[in-house]
């Protein structure tokens, strides 16, 4: 069975840090897009950055989380990782990890496998 499963999320004051991973089993990252995505209360699911399956190059999608949010993987443990520096009550929201095939998007139409979610709060 697909799965992919988040954990990570919690409570972090302002300018902290949070590290999310995202676990694969059923199958293998190898040549896998994993999309990170949040949903805040009351907005639509967006998506805030990606790691490509074929070169692992970060892809943005969100302005404000450059310079703060970074994606690695580690295919041969199946897990990617969302690492987010400098945190501000704006990025409070559920995270979700999602994966396609090769390439990143934007759009989460595009992405076939979907995480649970976890739940990020910034708040002093």
């Known amino acids: 069975q697909v799965q992919l499963v988040e954990s990570g999320g919690g409570l972090v004051q302002p300018g902290g840090s949070l590290r999310l991973s995202c676990t694969a089993s059923?199958?293998?990252?190898?040549?896998?897009?994993i999309g990170w995505f949040r949903q805040a209360p009351g907005r639509e699911r967006e998506g805030v950055l990606c790691?490509?399956?074929?070169?692992?190059?970060?892809?943005y999608y969100v302005d404000s989380v450059k310079g703060r949010f970074t994606i690695s993987r580690d295919n041969a443990r199946k897990t990617v990782y969302l690492h987010m520096n400098n945190l501000s009550t704006d990025d409070t929201a559920v995270y979700y990890c999602?994966?396609?095939?090769?390439?990143?998007?934007?759009?989460?139409?595009?992405?076939?496998?979907w995480g649970q979610g976890t739940q990020v709060t910034v708040s002093s």
């Open positions: 790691i490509s399956g074929d070169t692992h190059r970060n892809i």
């Open positions: 059923g199958f293998s990252l190898d040549y896998y897009a």
């Open positions: 999602a994966a396609r095939q090769n390439f990143c998007s934007d759009s989460k139409e595009h992405y076939a496998h």
